[in-house]
């Protein structure tokens, strides 16, 4: 079978910005074990600072394909382990290629000093999923044993069928998943799922914490994000490319469409302004600004207990006014931070701890206790990052629409850069946009007046 190790050997291969895909054939079922045993040397444990997830390899040269959220909360990925190898391999030196900006989806990259055994696909290009996949069909998910103490340990498989092929679920990404019988657990994500060729039919994003079964991103998502993926090695495509990010992020922001702007915001300077803030006010929590925490939540509390059928959107509405009273100078100076964290950070924190909170209460039926520790978790979410981020730079952009007049792109071998000259009709002075590039692409990291530190 060569570099193909599961029975579905290929029937067409297909080159996307040097990613290699084979798409599997359908000549010969398998059986359950067999698709298991082989599939299993392909799969890796993907091992964060954070958690752990799934990846598998697509193409022998070391790309893999994992869920966004297995890393994107991460500082950095520790290891890529294969435990269905003989002997297992572990990779330490671990680039995240790309990630998906609106797909729970990754590309990383590991140097194996050779080809690894890989998978292949259902679909080597974006045909849609009833093409490959029809509900009802026999799949098959691998995960790693409960009691498992190290990466290193084999998988077991967890057999199942198709639900439904179009399931939606806008809050966890666009775009339709496939629903699935098999028992997924915490940390499946970012695993494939097999079908009964053996060939990768979807990746694992999302479980019910209550129910057996889980979700999938269709694997034709993944070619989709290959295909879209920007290809930034001359110098030519990287500026052409940052100033299409930043025309897209100035554009998103005075359209209002804030949550499209957000996720263009760099991931390193996103967490630094959220560490500050949070620092900032953490080391008030349990002296002086204890009273106001405890009346926050008390004042959530109220709000939970008067939730229910036709009276959200009310309550969502006093949510609001209660978490903007936050950013006041009287709450500040009672939460002991006075003017050392700005209003509309101090604002950020409680809104996205407050906004948790209550979806934990009253959707996720958690006891107070636990919904804290959910609401405290959500902070440390890069999504939350981004909400920090976001608050501290619109000030600086001001109400008033912005002009891109220059593009400079900033040379480096590991981490370019890119300035953006901004103006606006009635400024004497302009602004200035710094990039990073990250993830395979553009992220906006400041904004400053120009001139200013």
Same mark, same amino acid.
């Given at each position: 079978m060569g570099l193909c190790w599961t029975g579905a050997c290929a029937s067409k291969s297909t080159d996307i910005g040097g990613i290699a895909l084979v798409e599997g054939s359908t000549h010969r079922e398998l059986d359950p074990n067999e698709v298991a045993r082989e599939g299993a040397a392909s799969v890796a444990v993907v091992t964060t600072d954070m958690s752990r997830g799934l990846a598998f390899v697509v193409d022998p040269a070391g790309y893999l394909i994992t869920s966004r959220h297995v890393i994107e909360d991460s500082s950095h990925v520790e290891s890529v382990t294969f435990p269905g190898l003989n002997p297992p391999r572990s990779y330490s030196a671990v680039k995240v290629v790309y990630i998906d900006p609106q797909r729970d989806l990754a590309l990383l990259h590991v140097d194996a000093g050779g080809p690894l055994p890989s998978l292949s696909l259902g679909t080597d290009s974006a045909d849609p999923v009833e093409t490959y996949l029809k509900a009802a069909d026999r799949v098959l998910l691998l995960a790693r044993a409960q009691d498992a103490k190290d990466a290193e340990e084999t998988f077991i498989a967890h057999t199942g069928s198709v639900n439904d092929l179009q399931v939606f679920n806008p809050a966890l990404g666009d775009g339709a998943f496939v629903g699935l019988s098999n028992d997924v657990r915490e940390g499946q994500s970012g695993g494939p799922v097999l079908d009964r060729f053996g060939r990768a039919v979807g990746v694992v994003t999302w479980t019910w914490r209550h129910r057996v079964g889980g979700y999938a991103i269709p694997i034709d998502e993944a070619t989709r994000m290959l295909l879209e993926r920007p290809q930034l090695e001359l110098a030519s495509q990287q500026e052409a490319r940052a100033t299409v990010r930043a025309t897209k992020f100035v554009d998103a922001v005075y359209a209002g469409h804030l949550d499209q702007a957000r996720r263009m915001l760099s991931p390193t300077y996103a967490r630094g302004i959220r560490s500050q803030t949070m620092d900032a006010i953490t080391a008030q929590v349990a002296g002086r600004g204890s009273e106001a925490v405890g009346f926050f939540f008390a004042a959530l509390e109220d709000l939970v207990a008067e939730l229910g059928e036709g009276r959200e959107t009310q309550q969502m509405e006093n949510f609001r006014e209660m978490v903007l009273r936050t950013g006041t100078p009287e709450f500040r100076e009672s939460l002991g931070?006075?003017?050392?964290?700005?209003? $509309?950070?101090? +604002?950020?924190?409680?809104?996205?701890?407050?906004? @948790?909170?209550?979806? #934990? %209460?009253?959707?996720?039926?958690?006891?107070? $206790?636990?919904? +804290?520790?959910?609401?405290?978790?959500?902070?440390? @979410?890069?999504?939350? #990052? %981004?909400?920090?981020?976001?608050?501290?730079?619109s000030s600086t952009l001001g109400e008033e629409p912005v002009e891109i007049t220059k593009v400079d792109v900033i040379p480096g071998v590991y981490a370019p850069q890119a300035v953006i000259t901004l103006k606006t009709p009635s400024r004497r002075s302009g602004l200035v946009m710094q990039m990073r590039m990250e993830w395979g692409d553009w992220y906006i990291a400041q904004v400053q007046t120009l001139g200013s530190d």
């Open positions: 931070v006075g003017d050392t964290v700005g209003s $509309e950070l101090v +604002i950020s924190f409680f809104f996205e701890l407050g906004k @948790t909170y209550m979806s #934990a %209460r009253y959707h996720g039926e958690q006891d107070p $206790e636990e919904a +804290i520790e959910t609401a405290i978790n959500r902070l440390r @979410t890069l999504d939350a #990052a %981004r909400t920090f981020a976001f608050a501290a730079l």
